[in-house]
């Protein structure tokens, strides 16, 4: 099955009700976004050459154009290739290359990158400005069918953020979205017609992928005209459209939590806040259920098996009474419905509940691989599992807790120590707005532990006895910090995510 059918039959079934919206103003009614995307399709195919199964790239900040180009790449049955619109030029050009993109639609505030990219990029021949006069031309062509896809084929080249390393294509099939999808339903929220998805996260990442459930429910896709995530216009919008959900990674729940027009607003419209992709703290956690309400819910997975693997419930999130209420808000939920998740270790034999290895996946919701890059396909899915690099436990009732990365763990003295731990403890100490924990080489133990650490808001940073104390209060000696760095901020991807590989680099370079 083609996704590009639900934009389709919505054209058909709803014609008059908003599709993709600029803030409150409609861009389309679901007529104009099906016409608009069967119209570019066919000029994909007819005026620029392309033919199913090539890459096109999309390189734009979030626009309702982003959901045209996509949808219209896939009624083509071309593969899309959403990349992150915040990368350097020279990472546009390692994602284009790398994929193989022949065409890359983009906008003002990238074109003059990537048009920069034609001829120097092997494969990339042609750049398309949405919006624009051109894009206004395609999207009014006559109206191409759709083209036939089976569940197999290529969808969405998803490039991994690269908080390791160069980032590689996840690819996603037809079948892995419309499974997402599914599961969406089964474990988040079900949506209906009059819902409104809000995208003030970056449209290549979680929130274009949370997008599709909405567009196959017929929900209008809104997207904020500041392109991100500012509280008043989101306490604006959400006056303005019923039934609104959005993805947010943890830092950008954190900085709405604290927002005046946010804590003023009327919340009855808001339905979902969907948060993931990086840890969400507990102490944080707390905070934005008191602003928000039960309306929290968390996912784990990754670009590789997108956004699902495990989902902790918006009832979770309301059971306070549970006796392991706390532990479970630490956790990352429970396996979604679509999915097998083990615990392995290190020859992939499964673990029991409470022992801590390598989390891995399996399901109709994982990639086919990586795109062209067969040895680290074969690795990342050896014994038909997905190797998450993530290492966790179980508990007895079936969540599962990530401890970290798995390069992430810090080996002290022959003592695992995962930093997430000790960064929770730091949290707990009210003079702290966000820490870091990282592994430095020493001579004496292999690695010792050190928390770069940034004061809350308008305090000072607090003294290291009160840290270590804290410490001391809750976690073994041997995980204490040995060292506190205090920084004005913590390195973060564009994503959100902090970099603690900048961290490392930085404590080697001190040391050599
Ligand atoms: P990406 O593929 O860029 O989305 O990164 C996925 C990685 O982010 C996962 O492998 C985890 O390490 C991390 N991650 C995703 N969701 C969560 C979560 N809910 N809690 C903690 N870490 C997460």
Known sequence: MNLAVWVERHGRRR?????????????????????????????????????????????????????????????????AVPVNARLHRDEFAYVLDQSGSAVAVTDADHADDVESLVGTAASLQAVVLAPGERWDRLTAASPAPLVDRQPEDPAWLFYTSGTTGRPKGATLTHRSLLIMSLSYFADIDPVMPSDSML??????????????????????SVVPESGGVDGEEIAALLRHWPG????????????????????????SHLKTIVYGGAPMYLADLEDALAVF?????????????????TALSKEDHAD???????????????????VEVRVVDDDDGELPVGEVGEVVVRGDVVMAGYWERPEATAEALRGGWLHTGDVGSFDTDGYL?????????????????????????????????????????????GESVVAFV?????????PVEDLDRTCLDHIARFKRPKDYRFVDALPTNNYGKVVKRELREQLRAEAE
Request: proline share 8%; net charge neutral; no cysteine.
């Open 293 to 309: 309400g039960p309306r929290l819910a968390q996912i784990y997975g990754q670009g590789e098996t997108p956004m699902t693997i």
């Open 401 to 445: 807790t990530l401890r970290d990365r798995s390069k992430d763990l810090i080996i002290s003295g022959g003592m695992n120590i995962y930093p997430r731990e000790v960064e929770e403890t730091l949290l707990r100490h009210p003079g702290v707005g966000a820490a870091a924990v990282v592994g430095r080489p020493d001579t004496e133990w």
């Open 320 to 338: 306070r009474n549970h006796p392991r209420w706390r532990d479970r808000m630490q956790s990352v939920g429970f396996p979604r419905t679509d």
């Open 454 to 462: 940034v004061a809350a808001d308008g305090v000072a940073p607090p």
């Open 199 to 220: 995208h003030a996260a970056p449209l290549s990442h979680g929130s274009g992928l949370y997008g599709l459930p909405h567009v196959a429910r017929g929900a209008v």
């Open 15 to 79: 014609p008059d009700k908003p599709a993709l919206a600029d803030g409150e103003r409609m861009h389309a009614d679901w007529r104009a976004f099906a016409a608009r995307t069967a119209g570019a399709a066919g000029a994909l195919r007819d005026d620029l050459g392309l033919s199913p199964g090539d890459r096109v790239a999309i390189v734009m900040r979030n626009r309702p154009e982003y959901l045209e180009a996509l949808f219209a790449i896939w009624h083509a049955g071309l593969v």
């Open 244 to 267: 609104m959900s959005f993805f947010a990674a943890p830092t950008m729940v954190k900085r709405l939590v604290g927002d005046r027009a946010i804590a003023e607003a009327d919340l």
